[in-house]
């Protein structure tokens, strides 16, 4: 209150404000507080005052050191953008109206474009507000102009424009990554693959073009690397997609009709800028997991595998007309060696969790399945050599410490097995008895060995998003005993049907009954080792399994069978239910008598 009265007696006075008066009177008040302060720190203990004098140090403000890029100009940017379109639009009307011959006006234009680009250097080393106005402005016009004077004027060949293209690309790069400016990479990466495919569209330099691509997917990394902009890499790769979607088309569409393909297509460059584009991106990914030691993020991830799909999808569309599919295969197995290999070498780092080996494994993977039947031929050695690869992959799974590994395992083998039922190996005809059955018994053992195997080992979760947090019992793993149920009944069923052509007395009403027999029966085991094993999970698959045999029976078999067969169909199902129930109550008094006992 005393430094209020102090205060008020200096504000209070009549006639000229006494500067020097309300400057002691402020220096009153300012010691009065000083004294409060250090009475109320008398009562306070040391650790106290020092924790108080931390939170003041610590929460001081920071001092800027200049405008924030950007704030409170948008206005003058939209002024600069009119004005600068105004000189071009002037330019531009000179031009068309002939007072300035087009070539003239051309290198005009390209010289105003580069102008603007390195004014907006300048800028951005002055911190300006308006500094991205200028090289966005400038790299736009130049584009415009590179693609009018050779589509529109026809006064420069392809090569030479293209060049002019990558050269502002360039420079656009140089600006942009010196003042971390992503809008302006965004522009310039953008802007010069668009430009690029428009010229000569729907024929363009295919060469050229794809090296305008490469480059911008190099800026891209490097803006990613250095925190200016992640985006920007699915857009490139997404016009990456886009350009060999188009180079393909073009070159199918003639070998398709057996004609012959003509020098704007640059087929001779194909298989060379196919081979570069995979390299780049495959050291994109490789520098990627070198270099982080935490997960790898989605595009990370991503890359390896979508890298090798588009690539070799993009060559094996074309190899009847350019190469071969044994050739295509054995590329396949080389882009799968490669990347196994890589994993291996990345897993023996030891990083917890072992970040970016299963990226590397998935797109091994990958190129392992499109490949290998081109090479071996029948598909079955293939589905043998993919199951035996899936169990393989689990076992490196425990060694890397890689819980992706292991998930990527389970997937390979429920794809192997899911491709034997669906292709056909196993269809009854598609190939002799003798080949199919060894085939469908080492599928069924491979997937129930692999289940075994990981109900003994439990999975790694640490850098695990599947396992930390998804599935953390690996319940998952359920499905490889789903599946190699599923291939063991493929193969009884041939057994079946050899077995009823042998008695002579196979008919359509005899397998559809005999098939219910073997779903029943199969069902009953399930449940007798479910119950020795007290394991509730091979229960619980031996009653769903049963749910199927009860449909089949009730609802397709007594409408549709007649004779012995529907007799034992319906009796196969009934010993199910009287096992099912007897090993229910043995269970229930199992554990009524241990629950008893721990009472006790």
């Given at each position: 209150?005393?430094?209020?009265?102090?205060?008020?007696?200096?504000?209070?006075?009549?006639?000229?404000?006494?500067?020097?008066?309300?400057?002691?009177?402020?220096?009153?008040?300012?010691?009065?507080?000083?004294?409060?302060?250090?009475?109320?720190?008398?009562?306070?203990?040391?650790?106290?005052?020092?924790?108080?004098?931390?939170?003041?140090?610590?929460?001081?403000?920071?001092?800027?050191?200049?405008?924030?890029?950007?704030?409170?100009?948008?206005?003058?940017?939209?002024?600069?953008?009119?004005?600068?379109?105004?000189?071009?639009?002037?330019?531009?009307?000179?031009?068309?109206?002939?007072?300035?011959?087009?070539?003239?006006?051309?290198?005009?234009?390209?010289?105003?474009?580069?102008?603007?680009?390195?004014?907006?250097?300048?800028?951005?080393?002055?911190?300006?507000?308006?500094?991205?106005?200028?090289?966005?402005?400038?790299?736009?016009?130049?584009?415009?102009?590179?693609?009018?004077?050779?589509?529109?004027?026809?006064?420069?060949?392809?090569?030479?424009?293209?060049?002019?293209?990558?050269?502002?690309?360039?420079?656009?790069?140089?600006?942009?990554?010196?003042?971390?400016?992503p809008a302006l990479l965004a522009v310039g990466v953008i802007g010069a693959g668009l430009a690029g495919l428009s010229l000569d569209f729907p024929n363009p330099m295919f060469p050229a073009t794809g090296l305008l691509l490469?480059?911008?997917?190099?800026?891209?990394?490097?803006?990613?690397?250095?925190?200016?902009?992640?985006?920007?890499?699915?857009?490139?790769?997404?016009?990456?997609?886009?350009?060999?979607?188009?180079?393909?088309?073009?070159?199918?569409?003639?070998?398709?009709?057996?004609?012959?393909?003509?020098?704007?297509?640059?087929?001779?460059?194909?298989?060379?800028?196919?081979?570069?584009?995979?390299?780049?991106?495959?050291?994109?990914?490789?520098?990627?997991?070198?270099?982080?030691?935490?997960?790898?993020?989605?595009?990370?991830?991503?890359?390896?595998?979508?890298?090798?799909?588009?690539?070799?999808?993009?060559?094996?569309?074309?190899?009847?007309?350019?190469?071969?599919?044994?050739?295509?295969?054995?590329?396949?197995?080389?882009?799968?060696?490669?990347?196994?290999?890589?994993?291996?070498?990345?897993?023996?780092?030891?990083?917890?969790?072992?970040?970016?080996?299963?990226?590397?494994?998935?797109?091994?993977?990958?190129?392992?399945?499109?490949?290998?039947?081109?090479?071996?031929?029948?598909?079955?050695?293939?589905?043998?050599?993919?199951?035996?690869?899936?169990?393989?992959?689990?076992?490196?799974?425990?060694?890397?410490?890689?819980?992706?590994?292991?998930?990527?395992?389970?997937?390979?083998?429920?794809?192997?097995?899911?491709?034997?039922?669906?292709?056909?190996?196993?269809?009854?005809?598609?190939?002799?008895?003798?080949?199919?059955?060894?085939?469908?018994?080492?599928?069924?053992?491979?997937?129930?060995?692999?289940?075994?195997?990981?109900?003994?080992?439990?999975?790694?979760?640490?850098?695990?998003?599947?396992?930390?947090?998804?599935?953390?019992?690996?319940?998952?793993?359920?499905?490889?005993?789903?599946?190699?149920?599923v291939v063991g009944f493929t193969g009884l069923r041939l057994v079946l049907h050899v077995g009823l052509e042998r008695l002579a007395i196979e008919s359509a009403n005899s397998f559809s009954c005999g098939q219910t027999v073997?779903?029943?029966?199969?069902?009953?085991?399930?449940?007798?080792?479910?119950?020795?094993?007290?394991s509730m999970e091979v229960v619980a698959v031996a009653i769903g399994i049963g749910v199927l045999g009860a449909l089949k029976v009730f609802l397709y078999d007594l409408f549709t069978a007649k004779g012995l067969p529907l007799?034992?169909?319906?009796?196969?199902?009934?010993?199910?239910?009287?096992?099912?129930?007897?090993?229910?109550?043995?269970?229930?008094?199992?554990?009524?008598?241990?629950?008893?006992?721990?009472?006790?």
């Amino acid at each position: 209150m005393g430094v209020e009265r102090h205060a008020g007696k200096g504000l209070r006075q009549d006639g000229p404000v006494n500067l020097r008066g309300e400057v002691a009177c402020l220096r009153q008040g300012l010691d009065a507080l000083t004294a409060r302060v250090a009475a109320l720190e008398s009562l306070l203990p040391e650790r106290h005052i020092a924790v108080l004098e931390n939170e003041f140090v610590y929460d001081q403000p920071t001092v800027a050191m200049g405008p924030a890029p950007g704030r409170h100009a948008l206005l003058p940017m939209v002024a600069t953008v009119c004005f600068l379109l105004v000189f071009a639009l002037i330019l531009r009307t000179v031009t068309d109206n002939g007072l300035v011959p087009v070539r003239l006006g051309s290198l005009i234009g390209l010289g105003y474009a580069l102008v603007l680009v390195v004014f907006g250097w300048l800028l951005y080393h002055r911190q300006s507000r308006i500094a991205p106005v200028f090289p966005m402005c400038g790299i736009l016009l130049l584009f415009a102009v590179v693609i009018e004077v050779h589509s529109r004027f026809a006064m420069v060949q392809t090569i030479w424009a293209q060049l002019l293209l990558l050269q502002a690309l360039l420079v656009v790069t140089a600006v942009g990554l010196r003042f971390a400016a992503p809008a302006l990479l965004a522009v310039g990466v953008i802007g010069a693959g668009l430009a690029g495919l428009s010229l000569d569209f729907p024929n363009p330099m295919f060469p050229a073009t794809g090296l305008l691509l490469l480059v911008g997917m190099l800026v891209a990394h490097w803006a990613a690397g250095r925190d200016i902009s992640r985006s920007l890499r699915w857009v490139t790769l997404f016009m990456v997609m886009v350009f060999w979607l188009l180079w393909v088309i073009k070159l199918e569409a003639p070998l398709s009709r057996g004609q012959a393909l003509t020098s704007e297509l640059y087929a001779p460059w194909f298989f060379p800028m196919l081979l570069a584009f995979f390299a780049l991106y495959l050291g994109i990914a490789i520098a990627q997991i070198r270099r982080g030691a935490a997960p790898l993020d989605l595009f990370a991830s991503l890359l390896p595998v979508v890298n090798v799909g588009w690539v070799l999808a993009a060559g094996m569309s074309l190899a009847p007309g350019l190469w071969s599919f044994k050739l295509a295969g054995v590329t396949a197995i080389i882009s799968t060696l490669i990347h196994l290999g890589l994993a291996a070498f990345f897993a023996r780092e030891r990083r917890e969790g072992a970040p970016g080996v299963n990226a590397l494994v998935v797109a091994g993977v990958v190129s392992l399945a499109m490949g290998l039947p081109f090479i071996l031929g029948w598909v079955g050695w293939s589905l043998a050599l993919w199951s035996a690869g899936s169990l393989a992959l689990t076992l490196c799974a425990a060694r890397w410490h890689s819980g992706g590994v292991r998930v990527t395992s389970y997937f390979l083998q429920l794809f192997t097995c899911g491709a034997a039922v669906a292709s056909g190996a196993l269809a009854i005809g598609a190939v002799a008895w003798y080949t199919a059955v060894p085939l469908a018994t080492f599928l069924a053992g491979m997937a129930l060995w692999q289940y075994r195997w990981c109900r003994a080992h439990v999975p790694t979760r640490e850098g695990s998003a599947f396992f930390s947090w998804l599935d953390a019992r690996d319940a998952s793993a359920v499905a490889l005993m789903v599946a190699s149920l599923v291939v063991g009944f493929t193969g009884l069923r041939l057994v079946l049907h050899v077995g009823l052509e042998r008695l002579a007395i196979e008919s359509a009403n005899s397998f559809s009954c005999g098939q219910t027999v073997l779903i029943n029966v199969g069902a009953m085991v399930l449940l007798l080792i479910g119950w020795r094993r007290r394991s509730m999970e091979v229960v619980a698959v031996a009653i769903g399994i049963g749910v199927l045999g009860a449909l089949k029976v009730f609802l397709y078999d007594l409408f549709t069978a007649k004779g012995l067969p529907l007799v034992f169909s319906v009796f196969s199902f009934g010993v199910l239910a009287a096992v099912g129930s007897a090993v229910s109550g043995r269970w229930h008094r199992e554990q009524e008598l241990a629950s008893s006992r721990r009472d006790d």
